[in-house]
C-alpha cells in the first residue's frame, strides 16, 4: 500500500450511514487496513511483521463473530432498543445473569482457578483463589492448560478452541460436586494427565474490600479500597476498621475511584458507619413519592478524619456515599468530579417466579435492570450528571474521551 495519497478515514462511525453496497463496505475494509498498517508502521514495525499482526488480528475478530450464540445477539439488539430510551436500561443474557449476581454475591460454586484464553486457542489457568479446590489440591500451577473437562459419569469433553465462557460454564456446578480436568503442563513436551476435584462455594476476595496502612510524615494512614457496592461490604468494612483501628492509625482514606456503584442498601449502611445517625439519601419514584433512607442505629463506627477519594468513574452508589460524607460535612471529598449518575435501577428475572417454581426443566430466559427511581442528596441536591464535586479537586492523570 501506498501512503501519498489525500485518503481519509472516520474511526468513529457511530453518526456515520450504514454502507449501501458491497462496493461501499469493501472500501470501508480498504481504508480500514490501511489505515491499521499506517499505525503500526508508525510504530516502526516492518512491512512482514506488520502482515502477520493484522492478520492474526482479523482472524481472531472473524472468529469471534462465528462464536457469537443466539443470546449474545438477542442481547445485543434488546440493548441497542433500552439505550435509546434510557441508558441505564439493560437486558441480561442468561449467562450475564448469574455474572452479576455473582459480582454482587462475591460467591460462586465451582474450582476457585481464574482463567484465560490464550492466542493459540488453550484455557489457561492465570491464577487460584486461596484455600479453593484447585488451589488447595496442588495438582494445578499458574500457566497449565485445560484442554479437556468431564462430568462424573461422563466422557471427557475436548474444550480447545472453546470460547472462554463456555469452559468455565463447563467447569462451575453446584457444591460438592465432582469435575474432571484433562490437564496439558505448562512449558513445551509436556503431556496431559487427568485430575477430579470437588466443587466448593468460592469467595472472590480479590473483588472485597482491601485493606493497606501507609506511613506518611511519621504517621500511620489507614487505606480501604472499595472496588464495588457488593452484598455484604458494610460488615467486611467493620471488620478492616476494626483492625486500622488495633494499628493505631491517625486517618482513614476510602478509595472509590473507578467505583461504579452496586447495592443502594450498601451505600446508605456504609455512610452509617461514620455518622451517629440520620438521613444518608432521598429516593423519589415516577409518582412523586419520596422516601428517605436513613442511618439509625445511633453507633460510629469511626470517629477520626477521613477522606474519600474519588474520579470521574465513581458512579451511582459511590456519589451516594461521598454527597453523604461531603453533606455531613464528615470527610474531605479529593479528586474529581464523579460521573453523575442519580438513578436508581430495579433488577428482575425475566422467568416467572411460578414457571421457576412449577417447571424448574424450562430455560432460564435472562433478567433486566431498568430505571424507577431518582436519588437525591440529603440536601435536596440531585448528582444527576452533575456528580459529586470534590472539597480538593486533584486530576488523576488519566485522559478524558
Known amino acids: 500500500m501506498t501512503f501519498d495519497g489525500n485518503d481519509t478515514i472516520d474511526v468513529d462511525r457511530s453518526k456515520s450511514p450504514w454502507p449501501t453496497s458491497t462496493e461501499e463496505l469493501n472500501k470501508l475494509w480498504a481504508a480500514k487496513v490501511k489505515y491499521d498498517e499506517l499505525n503500526l508502521k508508525l510504530a516502526g514495525k516492518d512491512w512482514p511483521e506488520i502482515q502477520k499482526i493484522l492478520t492474526k488480528r ?27 430510551i434510557d441508558p ?14 455473582t459480582e454482587m454475591s462475591l460467591s460462586l460454586e465451582g474450582i ?13 489457568i492465570n491464577s487460584m483463589v486461596a484455600g479453593g479446590p484447585a488451589a488447595k489440591s496442588k495438582s494445578l500451577k499458574v500457566g497449565d492448560r485445560i484442554v479437556g473437562v468431564g462430568q462424573p459419569g461422563k466422557p471427557m469433553v ?4 472453546w470460547r472462554l465462557d463456555d469452559v468455565v460454564e463447563l467447569i462451575k456446578g453446584p457444591k460438592g460436586s465432582k469435575v474432571r480436568l484433562e490437564i496439558l503442563p505448562a512449558g513445551k513436551g509436556t503431556k496431559t494427565r487427568t485430575i477430579t476435584l470437588t466443587r466448593e462455594r468460592i469467595r472472590l476476595e480479590d473483588r472485597a474490600v482491601k485493606m493497606s496502612v ?38 482513614v482514606i476510602i478509595d ?29 419514584d415516577n409518582n412523586g413519592k419520596i422516601r428517605e433512607d436513613a442511618d439509625t442505629d445511633g453507633v460510629v463506627y469511626y470517629k477520626g478524619p477521613l477522606v474519600v477519594l474519588v474520579d470521574r468513574f465513581s458512579a451511582s452508589a459511590s456519589e451516594i456515599f461521598a454527597a453523604a460524607m ?3 460535612d464528615r470527610a474531605l471529598i479529593v479528586g474529581e468530579p464523579t460521573f453523575g449518575k442519580g438513578t436508581v ?49 486533584m486530576p488523576t492523570g488519566l485522559e478524558s474521551d
Open 58 to 84: 482479523y482472524q481472531f475478530a472473524i472468529k469471534r463473530l462465528t462464536q457469537s450464540k443466539s443470546e449474545d445477539v438477542f442481547q445485543l439488539f434488546m440493548n441497542a432498543f433500552a439505550h435509546e
Open 88 to 101: 441505564h436500561t439493560n437486558y441480561l443474557s442468561p449467562r450475564n445473569t448469574e455474572q452479576f449476581n
Open 112 to 124: 476457585g482457578a481464574v482463567l484465560q484464553q490464550t492466542e493459540d486457542d488453550y484455557t489457561q
Open 158 to 161: 475436548d474444550v480447545i478452541g
Open 214 to 251: 501507609k506511613t506518611v510524615d511519621g504517621k500511620k494512614v489507614g487505606v480501604l479500597d472499595i472496588p464495588g457496592f457488593y452484598v455484604g461490604l458494610t460488615d467486611d468494612v467493620k471488620v478492616q476498621l476494626q483492625k486500622l483501628e488495633k494499628q493505631n492509625v491517625s486517618s
Open 256 to 284: 472509590l475511584r473507578s467505583n461504579g456503584g452496586g447495592a443502594l442498601t450498601e451505600a446508605v449502611s456504609l455512610s452509617g458507619l461514620f455518622i451517629p445517625s440520620g438521613p444518608v439519601v432521598q429516593v423519589r
Open 326 to 328: 461531603q453533606d455531613y
Open 345 to 393: 435501577q430495579q433488577y428482575r428475572s425475566v422467568n416467572r417466579i411460578y414457571d421457576q417454581m412449577l417447571r424448574p426443566e424450562w430455560p432460564e430466559l435472562g433478567s433486566v435492570q431498568y430505571t424507577i427511581q431518582k436519588f437525591y442528596r440529603i440536601n435536596g441536591g440531585s448528582t444527576q450528571r452533575k456528580g459529586v464535586t470534590p472539597d480538593i479537586i
